[in-house]
Every structure is written in C-alpha cells, then in structure tokens.
C-alpha cells in the first residue's frame, strides 16, 4: 500500500460533459473495425471517463462515510475481475468494448484504493480490511493485464523482413589463407573483396509489432505505471522484446560466439563470419535497432525516461553480442591476411557509430555508447598492430628453396595485390597510421628505405606524404630487399637477372594501374623499368658475353700467320654450337610470365646472336664447309623464341634442316 496522503479536494464534473464522453464511448465501442486512431480515442477516453467518474463517486463517498456503499462497489470490481479470472478467453480478443471496461474497473480499483489510503486507516479500524481486500483485487487484476500485454506482444510480433535478409556467403568463395604464401593474381581478389550495401536499403522503420495494437499496448502500459506495477510492466516488455532481438540475430546467422571460440576458428570460416558481421551489422543498427527503439517509444509514448530505458535493456544484450565478436577479432593474433577484414569492421563500426550514438544517448544510454567507441579504437589498434605485422613479415619472409624458372615469387603477388586491394581503404589508413607516420616501426637499412623521390611523389596539398603512402612505400623496399635476398638462391647469375628482372616487372606493372599509381608516383614507376631493363641487360652479358666470344677473329689464326686455320675455325664451330644447345635446354626451362617482357627479351637477344652467327659464317663462307654449319642462322633464331617458356627442350642433332 501506499504512503499515507491528505485527501484531495472533490472533483467538480459537468453532468453533461460525462454524458458527453459516455456517448462517443458507446460509439466507438460498437464499432466492429476500428482504426488505430480510433482505438487509440476509445482507450483513452475510457481511462479519462473512469477516472473522473471515479475521482467523483469514490471521493464523495468517503466523504460521507458510506462504507456500505464502497463495500458494494468493491464487490462489484472484484466480481468483474474475478469473472475474467475464470474465462479462459483473452479480454483484448473479446472486443474493443470489453477492454476498454476492463480497464475502466481496474482504474476503479485504484481510485478506490488511492482514496481508502488517504484516510490513513489503521489496522484495528473496519475499513482497513476493505482496502487490502482492494489490493488483492487490484494485483490480481494486474496480473491479468501482465498476462494479456505478453501476450500482445508475442501474438502480434512481427517476423524480421525477408528482404533485409538475402546475404549470400562467400565461404565457398574463399581459399586457405594461412600465410603469404597461398595467393596468387585472382585468389588474392576473391578472398579480399570488399562486401557493401547500400545506405538506401538500410534506413528503414519496420513495424515488430503489428500497428494496430500499439494502442492496446499503450493503454496497458500507462495503466500500470499508474498502478505502480511499472517494473512487471517493463520487466514483461523488455524480456520478451530481448528474446526478438534475440531471435532476428539467429535469423541473421550471427552465433554467440566467446573470443575463445573466435581465436580457435579456421580462417576460412572465421572470414565468412567477418563478411556476414559486417552486413549484418549495419542492418540491424539501423533498421532494427531503430525499429526497436521506435517501437518501445510508441507503447510508453506517455511514460518520459521509460522509453529509452526499455529499450536500451531490450537491446543491450544483443548490441553487446555483435560487439563482443569485434573485440575478440581486435585481440589477435594480428595476422597479416585479417588486416582487410578487420579494416572493413572499423570502416562498419565508424560508420555507423552516429547512429549507435543517437540511439544510446543519456545515462541510461551511455555504456553502450561507450563500448561501442572503445570497440572501434581496438579495432583500429588492431589495424596498426597488423600492418606492423605484414611489414615484419615482408621483411622476415624465409628464402629457401628458389621458384622454379625464376618466376614471380608468390610474395611478389600477395604483397602488390594486398597493397592494390589496401588502396580501397586510404582514408582509414591514413587515419589510423598517421601516429605511426613520422617514426618507423621498423629500423630498414639506407638501401631499402624509401627514397627521397619516392617519397616526395606521395604528398599531400601541403607537401606531406600520406600515413598510407610512406607505408607502402616502405612495403615496395622490404619487397626489394626480400628479393635480392631470394636472388643468391640460384647459382647461376643469368637466372638471378631473370628471377629480379621478372619481379621487378610485376611490381612496376601492378604501379601503372590506376590504384597504386597515384600513390607511388610516375618517378617511381621509371625508376624501377630502368632497374628491370637493367636486370635484362645483365642478363644478356651473363648467358651470352662467352658465346658472342666464340664468333670473334682472334684466336683462329695460324701461329705466326694471318691466314685462318681451318682446324681452329672448326673447333670455334663447334664449340659455339654445344654451348648454344646447353642454353637452349636450360634456359627454355626458365620462365618469364608476361607474354610481352619474353618477346621483348628473345627479340634482343636474337639481334644480337644472331647478327653475330650470321656475320661470323659468312665472313669465313669460303673455309667453313656445309657439313661443318649445323643450324642455320634462321633455325637459331626459331629457336631463341622457344627461351624463358617454363619447358626444358633439347635440339635435335640432325644437322642443317
């Protein structure tokens, strides 16, 4: 029971002002099909009528002291609520009318109530006894409305929207990512495409609970706030709106996950649940979140605080769940294929931090708002802690076995593909590696660091390089450096020209593309075509320099003569071709992938071998016999285009074709 109060004054009510309001009831309440503002009419003018009628009778009846009389009409709620009591039926399936006075009585039971406790009885007095009668009536009748508001709610839920559904998973799409090691051109891209969707499909106020009995439902609410029943009143609403929330998220396909149970996930699955949480994480925000709070703002429109207060308790659990699986992807390990999954988290989780804000604000709001922030600098701690990673593991990448044919090393590919992807994120980046910018998490020597020239390409309006420039940049020289490494793996010098000149190729061209050329810059792109084309060159000198040798004058004389000795000139011949065919078997097995930087090569060397050939046989035509010419210079130079095509092949010794 309440405190003890001083009585109110009795309410002065117009005769024809309740005949009035009695009328419209009457009206509204024969109606089979009401509408939602008619509803609404009906609910609050049957409160408002109960309630002045009340106020009226109850008070002048305790001001008379008939207690006979307030006997009677107790017994007369009592027998109202108790008929309801014993029928199975559902008051608010029954009709608008047998609702509206249903409530009219409880609302009778609290006036009764309210006026017996402002006579501060005592226990010895008669009347007391009619007052806790009253309050076992009014409990029993709020038990009831407890009853029919979960019932509401749950019969009237709305299922979550198909369409905000579809996301298909890319799992089947994704290869094993274990290392730097495991991609090539294409399986870098599919593995690191960036998931969107679009902001139109995602600002949207969804009805959870059909529109209709939202009246209903806000006429129960108010009636037992003003009972007092206001915490079973939202204890009812916030556990059964919790268990929806609850319910869309499986819906969604997001598991409770521990960050145990994160950490153990093969990176396979654990990518698809990444792509999925980052969808799903700006759909539920703000669609459902904000269908949520929307919903709970019109059922206690009337209630002030209460409003925000039961939403935040009827989606904090599951906010927090989404939350808690970007922590434990923020904890680590900090492994260098995660960066853009994690990046696409951050990007999600700022993006929709404005509306996390506005719909978690106040006291009641804030350590929700709070988590939500502290999550997002993890993550972004997360972001620098695995780019630091991917620079240490660039650099520290082991060499131990050489490509074969000194191809592109598959570090080369996964490290300009990661960069090219990265590009997606360049203001993030910079965001995030601006602290880092000016200091160097790791200590390069002078010859891998940036360049001066690659660095001033990279700036900004003011003269700056960009975080994410300076870093790539820093990526490009740990590349090199690695590289040169891997080159002392082969022992023949031509093949280390090949391995570096292929290499070096593939990270120019991959600058050129529009992605990574604004950040690299057209000097940089220069620099390393000379580097390549040196790398050509050296090669040329390395495989050629001692065969070009052979089909020179000196050295095939007669001792003391300047006639040419038919033997010497023989066993020239001779030699040049058996160190012609060695290269031609080893080096057809060597392997330069783009189609154009082969020719390009073949056709050099061709120029200049066979040039040489052509002028040597035919500068001696009359002292080299046809038995003695095994391949004719256009045979040779056929064969010069089977070079760097990744298949050993042997010539045939059948002599000139």
């Not at 593995?191 to 806000?218: G, M, N, T």
Request: negative net charge; hydrophobic residues 35%; contains cysteine.
């Amino acid at each position: 029971m309440g405190d003890c109060k001083p009585g109110n004054p009795e309410v002065e009510v117009g005769e024809d002002l309740i005949v009035a309001a009695k009328s419209i009831a009457r009206a509204l309440g024969s109606k089979k099909n009401l509408t939602n503002g008619e509803r609404k009419i009906l609910a609050d003018l049957g409160t408002k009528l109960s309630s002045l009628m009340t106020n009226r009778s109850t008070l002048n009846d305790i001001k008379v002291e008939d207690f006979g009389d307030i006997e009677v009409r107790l017994t007369s709620i009592q027998d109202k609520v108790m008929g309801w009591e014993a029928d199975q039926t559902m008051i608010w399936d029954s009709s608008a009318n047998e609702a509206n006075e249903y409530l009219n009585t409880v609302e009778e039971a609290h006036q009764l109530i309210e006026s017996l406790e402002s006579l501060c009885l005592s226990k010895d007095d008669e009347k007391y006894e009619l007052l806790h009668k009253a309050n076992d009536v009014l409990q029993t009748a709020m038990t009831r409305l407890e009853d029919e508001f979960r019932y509401m709610l749950v019969q009237n839920r709305q299922p979550c929207a198909s369409e905000h559904m579809s996301f298909r998973s890319c799992e089947e799409d994704i290869v094993d990512e274990n290392s730097l090691m495991s991609f090539g051109d294409d399986s870098i891209e599919d593995s690191f495409q960036r998931d969107s969707v679009s902001r139109a499909s995602e600002d949207s106020i969804i009805d959870l609970v059909r529109p209709e009995v939202i009246p209903d439902l806000r006429g129960i609410a108010n009636m037992m706030f003003n009972c007092n029943y206001d915490q079973e009143c939202t204890q009812a609403y916030t556990n059964l709106r919790r268990d929806a929330l609850d319910e869309c998220l499986s819906y969604l396909e997001i598991q409770k996950l521990s960050i145990e149970d994160v950490r153990k996930m093969e990176w396979v699955s654990l990518n698809s649940k990444i792509r999925r949480w980052v969808w799903v994480m700006k759909i539920f925000v703000r669609i459902y979140l904000a269908s949520e709070k929307w919903l709970s703002e019109q059922i206690f429109e009337e209630l002030g605080p209460v409003r925000l207060d039961c939403f935040v308790e009827a989606s904090k659990a599951s906010i927090l769940q989404l939350l808690n699986f970007a922590e434990a992807m923020s904890i680590g390990p900090h492994q260098p294929e995660k960066l853009v999954r994690i990046l696409d988290m951050y990007e999600v989780l700022a993006d929709v931090l404005p509306d996390i804000d506005a719909l978690y604000f106040g006291e009641a709001g804030s350590s929700v708002s709070m988590e939500c922030h502290d999550v997002l600098l993890r993550l972004g701690d997360s972001v620098k802690a695995t780019v630091i990673e991917f620079e240490n593991a660039i650099a520290s990448n082991p060499s131990t076995n050489p490509v074969s044919g000194g191809g592109i090393h598959p570090l080369t590919r996964y490290v300009m593909n990661y960069m090219r992807t990265l590009t997606d994120y360049g203001q993030t980046l910079d965001l995030l590696l601006k602290d880092c910018d000016e200091g160097d998490p790791i200590s390069l020597s002078p010859d891998t660091s940036p360049t001066k020239e690659e660095e001033n390409k990279s700036t900004d309006s003011s003269g700056r390089k960009s975080p994410m420039a300076h870093q790539f940049l820093t990526f490009a020289s740990s590349l090199e450096s690695n590289l040169d490494e891997k080159s002392k793996l082969y022992k023949d010098a031509s093949l280390q020209h090949v391995f570096l000149m292929n290499n070096i190729h593939y990270m120019a061209q991959k600058v050129k593309g529009a992605e990574l050329r604004l950040i690299f810059g057209d000097d940089w792109i220069r620099r390393h075509n000379r580097k390549f084309q040196q790398h050509a060159m050296s090669y040329q000198r390395a495989s050629w320099s001692y065969i070009l040798s052979l089909l020179k004058e000196e050295g095939i004389q007669n001792p003391g003569s300047n006639s040419i000795s038919k033997s010497l000139l023989k066993e020239r011949l001779r030699s040049f071709y058996l160190t012609f065919e060695e290269i031609y078997k080893v080096q057809s097995a060597w392997l330069i992938p783009d189609p154009q930087l082969r020719e390009d090569l073949q056709i050099s060397t061709s120029l200049n071998v066979i040039q040489a050939y052509r002028t040597f046989v035919g500068r001696h035509s009359n002292d080299i016999s046809d038995k003695l010419i095994k391949y004719s210079a256009d045979d040779m130079e056929n064969y010069l285009m089977d070079l760097f095509e990744g298949s050993s092949k042997l010539l045939q010794n059948s002599g000139r074709r």
